[in-house]
């Protein structure tokens, strides 16, 4: 007879200790997971309001003290990559949604002998809404990105700790001027987005709509006012807010080479989108809740 062997965990004759424990590690990856998840993006979003507090420190000194510097030729530079080649796409768009809204709201209101209303909706829709919220996901893609991308080139190429190292802080050289720039854009954007997308909607409205121009006119006039623009340009300086500081700290946290690289470009245009959608409720729900809606 052969001589009898003793049997190891790992044997089919003995059940290994703790085998349970597989089981039990998959009952909890997915609260792994979300847990995970959720201290790296209240992370994120610390890292992003320290900047962004930052930012401000370095804008009020600048303010404050002569001396200080924040590179008045460096913001021009960014207004113009950042808001003044964003104007023909945003207009674009806006043109776009502008004839879109007149076509699609006429039809129902003619049932009603009310087509005149198109001026109505179109107004306050585009100046609370659409206006500013236009301008702020097509500056995502079109800005945002690109702001990501060329500091997150900088982090990859050591250039930020070459300006580290000569006691340059990137926040003040690098943060500011794009902050700036992305607030002072988007708040021009939101303005000529509005008055695009009005403008297409008047078009369409009296040449093809057969709406009197007449008409068209006094009705935006009676719905629309001024708190409507007010709130819509309001939103749009917070929009690029959001813009300025998470393309930043997408950028300056890169780490991985080129990949790291792509990873915060679209991370940025995730982030910004999210974020700027979840603001604009926010004004929103504010807005209603003091009757300014």
Not at 220 to 237: E, H, R, W, Y
């Amino acid at each position: 007879m052969p001589p009898e062997t003793a049997n190891t965990p790992g044997d089919s004759g003995t059940p290994a200790v703790g085998g349970g424990g597989g089981l039990f590690h998959k009952v909890l990856a997915p609260v792994e997971g979300i847990g995970a998840l959720t201290l790296d993006t209240v992370e994120h979003i610390g890292s992003a309001l320290f900047l962004f507090i930052e930012s401000l420190a370095w804008i009020g000194r600048g303010t404050m003290k002569p001396k200080v510097r924040i590179g008045r030729a460096a913001i021009v530079t960014q207004i113009v990559r950042v808001g003044v080649r964003s104007v023909a796409i945003v207009s674009l768009v806006s043109g776009c949604v502008g004839l879109i809204l007149a076509f699609q709201l006429s039809p129902p209101l003619d049932q009603f002998g009310q087509k005149a209303l198109v001026a109505n909706i179109v107004s306050v829709a585009v100046l609370r809404e659409l206006g500013p919220l236009i301008g702020a996901i097509v500056l995502t893609g079109f800005a945002g990105a690109s702001i990501a991308a060329e500091i997150g080139t900088m982090v990859v190429s050591e250039e930020v700790e070459a300006l580290e190292a000569h006691a340059l802080d990137p926040v003040r050289f690098l943060v500011v001027p794009r902050l700036i720039a992305s607030i002072l854009s988007m708040t021009c954007l939101s303005v000529i987005s509005c008055v695009v997308s009005i403008a297409a909607a008047l078009t369409i409205s009296v040449t093809a709509l057969s709406i009197p121009y007449a008409n068209f006119m006094s009705n935006m006039l009676d719905q629309a006012k001024l708190v409507d623009f007010a709130t819509g340009v309001s939103k749009g300086a917070v929009f690029g807010v959001l813009i300025g500081v998470i393309a930043c700290t997408n950028g300056l946290k890169v780490d991985g080479g080129a990949a790291g690289v792509g990873r915060a470009t679209t991370g940025t245009v995730v982030q910004c989108v999210v974020a700027i959608v979840i603001a604009d409720l926010a004004f929103t729900a504010a807005f209603f809740a003091l009757g300014l809606v």
